[in-house]
């Protein structure tokens, strides 16, 4: 999912509804310096909390990678689920659903393939 998908599911949801997490911290992912990672944290948010993370902390704005460079974050940039320093877990969000009144980010483990399993 990239933020302008993103962005598009959280502005058709109520902004009240309660999400599962507080998402924090963006930054330049770790491993993929042009896609923003977040942080999860225990806890609850709103969709508007998540929404005005991205629309004033995220898009449009340039995040240094974490071996140097500038990266702009904009609609088309990928989102994952990460924190500073670590690109352990590569958990991309790839679904949101409503389940039991609290909005839900799915996140799917992203798995790199050798080009041996392609040929």
Known sequence: MNL????TI??????EMRLDGIYSNPHSDRG???????RKEEGESTVWDLLFLLEHDILNETFQGYKGGDFKMDFNSGI???YDSSC???EF???IKAQEGVIKLYLTEYQQRSMREYL
């Not at 302008?4 to 962005?7: A, Q, R």
């Open 4 to 7: 302008g998908e993103l962005h």
């Open 10 to 15: 959280l502005t058709s949801l109520d902004s």
């Open 32 to 38: 993929y310096y042009n896609k923003v990672a977040i």
């Open 80 to 82: 994952r689920i990460g």
């Open 88 to 90: 352990t877990g590569n």
């Open 93 to 95: 969000i790839t679904e």
